[in-house]
């Protein structure tokens, strides 16, 4: 249903029951899927791909011009999937030739004044509280938990599971499973609430902390922490999750907290 004071391209595909308040913006190249609601003022701009059964408030602006000076036109999208809500004046900008696409997963809820710049990946079930400024190039995976404010520096890598505490500072990968705060960002934990809610038994609890004792409380280095892991602990799905994420992270994980 689109109201008449809308304006929808031509060539925009959009789903017959997508709700579409008064003063919406949408622009060619742009497809919304079945159930989804635009809210009044929202811009939609070329390269956007929303899922269904969305809701975007007034003021969002999905799948503008990355703010990147290398970009040069270059044809990208921004993605987002189903059953996620993006709040009031949120910003999500489209891709580059970098990786030719943002996306923001099912099931998020992207709270007011968020950004999420161009070429980032933010997984399902991820929450963003007010203001949250995601950089270029950021990975956010699945059940993560950004408070508000937090600053995240681009090429950062979040863990899953993690849980941020707001107006955080973040410049180093925050492996999976972990609550992360304090100035500057540090381990503080294990999200074990989080893990609980989400069916995470108290051995598998457990389990990731003995594996985070190694790795913030032995007085290892990283690389030794992640062997003796390897060697006296039992392979099992969040154990090699982490391994894999220290392994791989290119800026470093975030320190203990001293």
């Known amino acids: 249903m689109k109201q008449p004071l809308a304006y929808v391209h031509p060539a925009a595909k959009i789903a017959s029951n997508v709700v579409i308040d008064p003063f919406v913006t949408i622009d060619q190249n742009v497809e919304i899927g079945e159930g989804t609601r635009i809210g009044s003022n929202v811009t939609i701009l070329e390269g956007a791909r929303i899922g269904k059964n969305c809701v975007i408030h007034s003021g969002a602006v999905i799948s503008g ?14 993605i987002i999937g ?3 809500v993006i709040r009031e004046c949120v910003t999500i900008n489209r891709g580059t ?5 943002t996306v923001v997963g099912n099931n998020c ?9 161009h070429d980032s990946i933010l997984g399902d079930n991820v929450i963003m509280s007010n203001s949250v400024q995601v950089a270029g190039e950021v990975i956010i995976d699945d059940n993560a938990v950004i408070g508000g404010g937090a600053l995240i520096h681009q090429f950062t890598h979040i863990g899953q599971h993690v849980m941020l505490q707001g107006g955080s500072l973040v410049n180093k990968d925050i492996p999976p499973f972990v609550k992360a705060g304090r100035l500057p960002v540090s381990y503080a934990g294990i999200n074990s609430i989080g893990l609980r809610r989400r069916g995470f038994t108290n051995e598998q609890i457990s389990e990731i902390q003995e594996i985070y004792r190694y790795l913030y409380l032995s007085g290892l280095n990283n690389s030794d922490a992640i062997d ?13 999750e982490i391994i894999m994420f220290v392994r791989n992270s290119k800026r470093g994980i975030i320190r203990g907290y001293y």
């Open 97 to 101: 030739a970098s990786k030719g696409k």
């Open 65 to 78: 011009v990355p703010q990147d000076l290398k970009f040069k036109g270059e044809d990208s999208v921004a």
């Open 228 to 240: 003796r892991i390897e060697a006296e602990l039992p392979a099992s799905k969040e154990r090699d």
């Open 109 to 117: 809820l992207i709270m007011a004044y968020c950004h999420v710049a």
């Open 82 to 84: 189903d059953n996620t």
